[in-house]
Every structure is written in structure tokens, then in C-alpha cells.
């Protein structure tokens, strides 16, 4: 073990370097081709025995040629920025303070990635792979549509691990599961009026706003479990159609993030949505989503 620790602090450098380079290659979900091509160069200089990428984009590298097939993924696309001027530094600026790397993606996930290539390297150098054939992923999508990178791996045999480790931080602990997600849009339509006689028409806003009013108590109502602990509902953007700035909007859309516990599924979700509308007296509609980014 201490022979690990020593080759660890040894190749500590390299590591942080390669972090800080992931950071500073922007990587906004469906933009990964950067930084992809980043990893499988550090991939190949610390020693991997073959680097590839799909036919969707994620990059995989392999070394050993065992019985056993595991599997480690870091995600390695990120959201955006948000507010600028509300980041103390540079979130692509890869900055290192001797203790810590800061950036958009350094926590969430490309920390994941840089400590499973060095990883790789002190396997190979002490010797220890042994009857199994280790892969890793770095997955593109994820923040937009997490689950499919993985679903095509699958479903087009890419790769069939045996068992899948995922870098999600995690305070360094061990977790045998997470919760589901469900995202999809609520629709309110209205009637579109000049807004000095806004009496005239439907507003699609006030209609739900009053959904919106709901949703935040209905978080707090979601049941927990034991093990994946509670659900949670959010309302995350809020969108809109108005022929003018002076009239009443005639459509209103909410997107929203469903987290789902143990036990809870679509259609659960669906049904809470739906005793809203009839809760306030709005007619509304549930719109399941389509991926469809280029």
C-alpha cells in the first residue's frame, strides 16, 4: 500500500497538470471533441494498451486482456457557466493553489478522469493487473442527457463490462446506487390581448404561476427512503411566447427536474403533475422530451 502512496505523490505533478488542462478545455455537453482528444493523448503517453472513441464520441481506453471486464467512467462534459461575475476566478483558468484545482468541471467530473488515467499508470507499473480487462470511459452528454452515452455503449456492444465503477464525487465514500431522473415540460396556452387591456385575453404566465406555486410545496411533500434517500421536483427554466413585450403572452412552457427516489417512477411523476392541474383549475399539458442537439 505504501508503494502506491509513494507512486501516487510521484506522479502527483503530471496529475494536476493533466487536471488543469481538462479545466481549461472547455467541454459544454455536446461540445466534448477538445477535450476528447486531450484525454486520449494523456491516455496513450501514460501507457494504455489500445485508446478508441465510438461512433457517438466517448473516448475509452483499455489496458489488460483478462477474463473479468470492469469498467470506470468519468463524464467529462460540463454545463455552462451560469453569471460570470459571480465566479471568484476564471472558471477555465485550471488555477492551483498547491491543495486545490478550481474550474467549471474540476469537482463535476474531470477530477474523476485525471485520477483514473494516473491510476492506470500506477497499475501498470506495479504490476497489478491480474485477470481482467480494465476500460475507461470518459462519457460525452451526460449533463444534457445522462444515461444515453452509456445506453449506446451497450446497446451497440462498444464494450459489455461486468461491473461499472462511476467517479461521481462522492466525499470519497462508497455508493451502491443513486437516484433516477426524469426532465419534461409543462405547457399552459392562453389568449394573447394588448397589455392595456390585459382583461381582454389569457395570460399563460399567471396560469402557471400558479402550477409553479404547487410544484415548490409538492417538493417539500416528496416521501424518502432509507436507502436513496428523498425526491425532489424543481422547476429549472421558464419559458414563453408573447407577440410583443406590450401584449399577453399566449404560451407559457416550465422545465423541470424530477429526481426520483426508490419506488418512483414516470408515471408517479405524471400524476402528481396532473392533480396539480386539476388542484388550481388550469388546463395544461405534460411534454415528454426529445434529444435532438446536433
Same mark, same amino acid.
Given at each position: 500500500?505504501?508503494?502506491?502512496?509513494?507512486?501516487?505523490?510521484?506522479?502527483?505533478?503530471e496529475?494536476?497538470?493533466?487536471?488543469?488542462?481538462? +479545466?481549461?478545455?472547455k467541454?459544454?455537453?455536446?461540445?466534448?471533441?477538445?477535450? $476528447?482528444?486531450?484525454?486520449?493523448?494523456?491516455m496513450?503517453?501514460?501507457?494504455?494498451?489500445? +485508446?478508441?472513441?465510438?461512433?457517438?464520441?466517448?473516448?475509452?481506453?483499455?489496458?489488460?486482456?483478462?477474463?473479468?471486464?470492469?469498467?470506470?467512467?468519468?463524464?467529462?462534459?460540463?454545463?455552462?457557466?451560469?453569471?460570470?461575475?459571480?465566479w471568484?476566478?476564471?472558471?477555465?483558468?485550471?488555477?492551483?493553489?498547491?491543495?486545490?484545482?478550481?474550474?467549471?468541471?474540476a469537482?463535476?467530473?474531470?477530477?474523476?478522469m485525471?485520477?483514473?488515467?494516473?491510476? $492506470?499508470?500506477?497499475?501498470?507499473?506495479?504490476?497489478l493487473?491480474?485477470?481482467?480487462?480494465?476500460? $475507461?470511459?470518459?462519457?460525452?452528454?451526460?449533463?444534457?442527457?445522462?444515461?444515453?452515452?452509456?445506453?449506446?455503449?451497450?446497446?451497440?456492444?462498444?464494450?459489455?463490462?461486468?461491473? $461499472?465503477?462511476?467517479?461521481?464525487?462522492?466525499?470519497?465514500?462508497i455508493?451502491?446506487?443513486?437516484?433516477?431522473?426524469?426532465?419534461?415540460?409543462?405547457?399552459?396556452?392562453g389568449?394573447?390581448?394588448?397589455?392595456?387591456?390585459?382583461?381582454?385575453?389569457?395570460?399563460?404566465?399567471?396560469?402557471?404561476?400558479k402550477?409553479i406555486?404547487?410544484?415548490?410545496?409538492?417538493?417539500?411533500?416528496?416521501?424518502?427512503?432509507?436507502?436513496?434517500?428523498?425526491g425532489?421536483?424543481?422547476?429549472?427554466?421558464?419559458?414563453?411566447?408573447s407577440?410583443?413585450?406590450?401584449?399577453?403572452?399566449?404560451?407559457?412552457m416550465?422545465h423541470?427536474?424530477?429526481?426520483?427516489?426508490?419506488?418512483?417512477?414516470?408515471?408517479?411523476?405524471?400524476?402528481?403533475m396532473?392533480?396539480?392541474?386539476?388542484?388550481?383549475? +388550469?388546463?395544461?399539458?405534460?411534454?415528454?422530451?426529445?434529444?435532438?442537439?446536433?
Amino acid at each position: 500500500m505504501n508503494r502506491i502512496f509513494d507512486l501516487a505523490k510521484k506522479y502527483e505533478p503530471e496529475l494536476v497538470e493533466f487536471m488543469r488542462n481538462l +479545466v481549461k478545455t472547455k467541454s459544454l455537453s455536446g461540445e466534448e471533441r477538445d477535450v $476528447v482528444e486531450l484525454i486520449g493523448n494523456e491516455m496513450e503517453k501514460v501507457g494504455f494498451d489500445k +485508446v478508441f472513441t465510438d461512433d457517438l464520441g466517448n473516448i475509452i481506453g483499455m489496458v489488460g486482456d483478462g477474463r473479468t471486464r470492469i469498467a470506470m467512467d468519468a463524464h467529462i462534459d460540463t454545463v455552462d457557466v451560469g453569471n460570470p461575475d459571480l465566479w471568484e476566478r476564471d472558471p477555465f483558468s485550471g488555477d492551483y493553489d498547491g491543495e486545490w484545482v478550481y474550474g467549471r468541471g474540476a469537482s463535476d467530473q474531470k477530477a474523476g478522469m485525471a485520477s483514473m488515467v494516473y491510476g $492506470v499508470k500506477v497499475l501498470k507499473e506495479m504490476d497489478l493487473l491480474d485477470d481482467f480487462t480494465l476500460y $475507461v470511459v470518459g462519457s460525452i452528454m451526460e449533463e444534457d442527457c445522462d444515461g444515453l452515452c452509456w445506453q449506446f455503449i451497450i446497446n451497440e456492444g462498444v464494450i459489455k463490462p461486468d461491473y $461499472v465503477l462511476i467517479t461521481e464525487p462522492t466525499n470519497l465514500g462508497i455508493y451502491r446506487g443513486h437516484r433516477g431522473r426524469i426532465e419534461f415540460r409543462i405547457r399552459t396556452k392562453g389568449l394573447s390581448a394588448h397589455a392595456s387591456a390585459p382583461e381582454r385575453g389569457e395570460n399563460a404566465i399567471y396560469k402557471m404561476a400558479k402550477i409553479i406555486n404547487e410544484i415548490e410545496r409538492l417538493n417539500e411533500e416528496l416521501e424518502s427512503t432509507s436507502f436513496l434517500g428523498k425526491g425532489t421536483v424543481a422547476v429549472t427554466q421558464i419559458f414563453f411566447k408573447s407577440p410583443s413585450q406590450n401584449a399577453v403572452p399566449d404560451e407559457c412552457m416550465i422545465h423541470i427536474d424530477r429526481r426520483l427516489t426508490e419506488g418512483e417512477d414516470k408515471e408517479k411523476a405524471f400524476n402528481e403533475m396532473r392533480r396539480i392541474f386539476e388542484k388550481v383549475g +388550469v388546463d395544461a399539458e405534460i411534454l415528454e422530451l426529445e434529444y435532438d442537439k446536433p
